[in-house]
């Protein structure tokens, strides 16, 4: 049976102090760790096995740099939906020059890419492995951000949404 935990971690000095709720607190030195540690602390006290404890961890995080976080990845899932777009309508436009009886070469040239290149856009489409699972590829552990207010840092609140899962 798989029991999930939610554990918030507060940097203290060169340290993630993380606190799970009810359970008690342990600590890391970078916060990939603290997922870790935290599955620890819980098995420990509960006397159970890991591989039954799922942890979400929330850091504790001044609301600016929280703001800052979800622009950057807002901008980044942006870019790559845009990137989508740009490489589908450079497919579309690859085929309707051959379509126009150009040669691959010249298409190269009108659309400014190699000819190797128009060769890649006019092949079948292969779903991307992210596409396949579902989910997008990532290395970070699942981390929901919090905001600590920039005068108190004892108030937190989720605020985010989670990041693409690596479990």
Known sequence: ???SYLATAAREGHWWVITVQGIGVTQ???LRDARTAARGLIAAMLDVDEDGVRVIVEP???SRVVDQVRDARKR???LDRLQREAAAASREAARA????GVSGADAATVLEVSP???SQLLA???PSPAAVRGTLKTKRSVVRLATRSPSSSSASQSTGSRAASGR
């Open 60 to 62: 504790e995080l001044d």
């Open 76 to 78: 980044v899932a942006d």
């Open 97 to 100: 020059l051959i379509a126009a």
């Open 116 to 118: 190797q290149r128009v």
């Open 124 to 126: 079948p489409a292969k």
């Open 28 to 30: 890391s030195r970078t």
């Open 1 to 3: 049976m798989n029991t």
